[in-house]
T-cell receptor, first 111, second 114 residues
Framework: SQKIEQNSEALNIQEGKTATLTCNYT??????LQWYRQDPGRGPVFLLL?????KEKRKERLKVTFDTTLKQSLFHITASQPADSATYLC??????????FGQGTELSVKP | DAGVTQSPTHLIKTRGQHVTLRCSPI?????VSWYQQVLGQGPQFIFQ???????GRGNFPDRFSARQFPNYSSELNVNALLLGDSALYLC?????????????FGPGTRLTVL
């Protein structure tokens, strides 16, 4: 079955460093992937969508890559800040509004 | 502009009871989707409604049902509650029902089944 997997281990980094989160997909080839941020007790917030032919997309300090050979998307936060601490979710959307999410990776940025 | 709103915020029920959760989409949005999120996991798709009709259904038992009203608000109903139904229930709205339409999530309803 179609599956999206993220590293379930929390990522701890120092303020100012670049955080890199990984999303792997198996058993299918999505035409695009989406990344969301979720704070504790809150709903996910959409960040970026990248299509398979875009390879890389940027938004302020955020960068997403899409490698169809490795079946992987990488999500980078440069110059990370404690306010970036949250859980980051990778997702693929299907027709009919169905989003398939990975389990999310918790990021903690220490001052 | 108000975002997606959900009520109630928290709910405690006992096994066997039923529950109704409510969602109001962003003004102008015609599509509402429901997700269940268990602690430590990503959200799992339950339903999508568009123009008051069910357009998509996830792998959930028939105890779960939903509907969408003429004003595009929506209700999620769960009957015969089980302990395993304890989760954060999220509602998301979007303008349309396309696969790339951005979904805007509400704050969720935290359901605890005892």
């Amino acid at each position: 079955s179609q599956k999206i997997e993220q590293n379930s281990e929390a990522l701890n980094i120092q303020e100012g460093k670049t955080a890199t989160l990984t999303c792997n997909y198996t058993n299918y080839s999505p035409a695009y992937l989406q990344w969301y941020r979720q704070d504790p007790g809150r709903g996910p917030v959409f960040l970026l969508l990248i299509r398979e032919n875009e390879k890389e997309k940027r938004k302020e300090r955020l960068k997403v890559t899409f490698d169809t050979t490795l079946k992987q998307s990488l999500f980078h936060i440069t110059a990370s800040q404690p306010a970036d601490s949250a859980t980051y979710l990778c997702a693929h959307g299907h027709q009919g509004g169905k989003l398939i999410f990975g389990q999310g990776t918790e990021l903690s940025v220490k001052p | 502009d108000a975002g997606v709103t959900q009520s109630p915020t928290h709910l405690i029920k006992t096994r066997g009871q039923h529950v109704t959760l409510r969602c109001s989409p962003i003004s102008g949005h015609k599509s509402v989707s429901w997700y269940q999120q268990v602690l430590g996991q990503g959200p799992q798709f339950i339903f999508q409604y568009y123009e008051k009709e069910e357009r998509g259904r996830g792998n959930f038992p028939d105890r779960f049902s939903a509907r969408q009203f003429p004003n595009y608000s929506s209700e999620l109903n769960v009957n015969a509650l089980l302990l395993g139904d304890s989760a954060l229930y999220l509602c998301a709205s979007s303008l349309d029902r396309g696969s790339t339409d951005t979904q805007y999530f509400g704050p969720g309803t935290r359901l605890t089944v005892l």
